[in-house]
């Protein structure tokens, strides 16, 4: 309902400013010597397209910062736009309901990482990940406890926990499962 207020007081609006360019299209056109009532609707035309300008602009800016905050992630943004009128005001109740529901599913989305990293941290099984690089990353508590770091590095690394592990694990495959034997010198 707004929105169609809206899209009549810009019409109006338009419909006004076309009389005003017509009515100085036909003073300038006629040939009688009218100079202060071109001078003036000359004047009408400008301030009816400033203030057209001014409308559009305010409507973009306000887009655009809804747009930066959805592009950085920054969710916080309010957008109270009831002093500019109903069809703004509602426009600023979409940008902010829209914000709200990224906040949301973000706050979700944390929830659930942190969960999920509780999860593998706890898990009673050493995980490990081996990346495209060569480099390993320990992933859980069960890992450093067995491995005795934190940090193991590359495949070279592996080797001191022998060397048919450190092969066995090289060419294991994504999704693979594979038994292998592991030498742990710590052990007394």
């Known amino acids: 309902m707004a929105f169609k207020r809206h899209s009549a007081r810009l019409l109006i609006h338009l419909g006004l400013l076309l009389t005003t360019f017509l009515a100085l299209a036909f003073v300038i056109l006629s040939g009688r010597p009218g100079y202060a009532t071109a001078l003036f609707l000359a004047i009408v035309a400008f301030i009816q397209v400033r203030f057209l300008i001014k409308r559009i602009n305010r409507t973009n800016v306000e887009l655009a910062r809804f747009l930066d905050s959805a592009a950085q992630s920054d969710y916080t943004q309010n ?92 060419q294991i495959r994504p999704g693979e499962r594979k038994m292998t034997k592991f030498r742990l010198d710590r052990l007394d």
């Open 79 to 170: 957008f109270s736009l009831a002093t500019l009128g109903p069809s703004y005001a509602a426009l600023g109740d979409a940008f902010t309901r829209v914000l709200g529901r990224f906040r949301a599913d973000r706050a979700a989305l944390v929830s659930e990482t942190r969960y999920l990293r509780a999860l593998v941290e706890h898990v009673p099984v050493a995980l490990i990940a081996i990346h495209a690089d060569d480099r390993i990353e320990v992933l859980n508590g069960a890992a450093r406890r067995l491995f005795g770091v934190a940090h193991i590095g590359g495949a070279d690394g592996l080797a001191a926990f022998g060397e048919v592990f450190r092969r066995d694990v090289v």
